[in-house]
């Protein structure tokens, strides 16, 4: 069974950085989107950013706009997210996971935008915004 492995997370002030690694299998990237998601303790999961297959086009939900950014790198078949300005509502678990349906990414929480799209989640990797 394909299951993404992500890394990365840790304890963070307000205000810090912290990059997060999302190891995928070797032909996702060729074939998919890949997006990363959050679930903070009560609240459903959600989707803050994708890059497509191919043109690594981006998309980020509005909550992260401007402070996270979304990379890969295909010779180590692994995709990033750069958090930068963290803030304690960041603290969540933070999901990496492939879009089946897309090479291109659907614009994060955008009208054709479906998290039950995604597969080979991974158990994801705790992030913690607290002074």
């Known amino acids: 069974q394909v299951q993404f492995v992500e890394s990365g997370g840790g304890l963070v002030q307000p205000g810090g950085s912290l990059r997060l690694s999302c190891a995928v299998s070797?032909?996702?990237?060729?074939?998919?989107?890949i997006g990363w998601f959050r679930q903070a303790p009560g609240k459903e999961r959600e989707g803050i950013s994708c890059?497509?297959?191919?043109?690594?086009?981006?998309s980020y939900a509005d909550s992260v706009k401007g402070r996270f950014t979304t990379s890969k790198d295909t010779a180590k078949n692994t995709v990033y997210l750069q958090m930068d300005v963290l803030r304690p509502e960041d603290t969540a678990v933070y999901y990496c996971?492939?879009?089946?349906?897309?090479?291109?990414?659907?614009?994060?929480?955008?009208?054709?935008?479906?998290?039950?799209?995604?597969?080979?989640w991974g158990q994801g990797t705790q992030v913690t915004v607290s002074s």
């Open positions: 890059i497509s297959s191919g043109d690594d086009s981006t």
């Open positions: 996971a492939a879009d089946l349906i897309h090479r291109r990414c659907t614009e994060v929480n955008g009208p054709t935008y479906r998290i039950y799209d995604y597969s080979y």
């Open positions: 070797e032909f996702a990237l060729d074939y998919y989107a």
